[in-house]
């Protein structure tokens, strides 16, 4: 029984340090828009580049109106 809490509760850790890790907050500046949802961002501290791309973004395709608007 010892033996199975022990597992439960180490199970249970790993788990919710993944969950947190997902839902990290970066500060940095976009340094480049590569498209309509998709930035590159330059973080502060390490100064290395990561791409994101925005959730909830409708970007219009080549044959819809104002798809070549910047």
Known sequence: M????TL?????????????????????????VLDGKTVVIEVSVTKNRLTGELDYIEVPEPEQQLSQTE
Do not use: H, P, R
Request: proline residues 0%; hydrophobic residues 55%.
């Open 8 to 32: 439960l509760i180490t199970f249970l850790l790993v788990f919710s340090a993944q969950t947190a890790f997902s839902q990290m907050k970066l500060n940095g500046k976009v340094v480049e």
């Open 2 to 5: 010892k033996f199975f809490k």
